[in-house]
């Protein structure tokens, strides 16, 4: 009596699929459990610090060549509450300012800045809005007609316009206005747009 063939065995996943798919699970168990807890953690909407992760767009009005509100740009924000709809903020941004031309003499430019500034906050019934005004310390970098590194520092000051849209009580959407004013040589006037996402916790 004949034996039925036997069918090859198929061959095993590749360890990096078997890696990626349980990387897949515990990332989707991680989301879930953390959309889940803020639900049941406390029913008061009360909250000390915001941290804040934006990206968006920037530029400046007063430079010939490299006027121009396309460059990218980054931000990050940490806010404290200090009283009921006002709060203190601090943020941290860069805008690479190196696009299709110079800015102004300097090659492949760049304006990093840290803000300090108070905000007064607004509740517009499914977003709540806010206005601040603070200080700054800005620095200008690129390479310069003669080839060297150029480096500039200025303080100045700040004007904002920031709109969030709750996601749940501790995440949200936040989309966020500002002005800056500078004495830095090329350039005084900077406007920038950002949005990205919001984190509360006490």
Do not use: C
């Amino acid at each position: 009596m004949t034996r039925p063939p036997r069918l090859p065995a198929s061959p095993a996943p590749p360890v990096v699929l078997v890696w990626l798919a349980r990387a897949a699970q515990l990332a989707s168990f991680i989301v879930l459990l953390l959309l889940l807890l803020p639900a049941a953690a406390s029913a008061q909407d009360v909250y000390t610090w915001t941290a804040g992760l934006l990206g968006g767009i920037g530029g400046s009005t007063d430079v010939k060549p490299g006027s121009n509100f396309g460059n990218p740009s980054f931000q990050l924000d940490l806010i404290r509450v200090t009283e009921p709809r006002t709060q203190v903020g601090l943020r941290l941004g860069n805008i690479s300012l190196s696009g299709q031309h110079d800015f102004g003499a300097l090659h492949r430019a760049s304006l990093a800045y840290a803000t300090l500034a108070g905000e007064y906050l607004f509740d517009e019934g499914y977003y709540t809005s806010g206005v601040y005004v603070g200080i700054g310390g800005y620095r200008l970098r690129g390479t310069g007609q003669d080839g060297r590194s150029q480096d500039k520092t200025s303080a100045g000051g700040t004007f904002g316009l920031t709109g969030e849209f709750k996601i749940r009580r501790w995440v949200g959407v936040l989309v966020e206005l500002s002005g800056h004013y500078t004495d830095l040589k090329d350039s005084h006037i900077f406007g920038m747009a950002h949005a990205g996402f919001s984190l509360h916790f006490r």
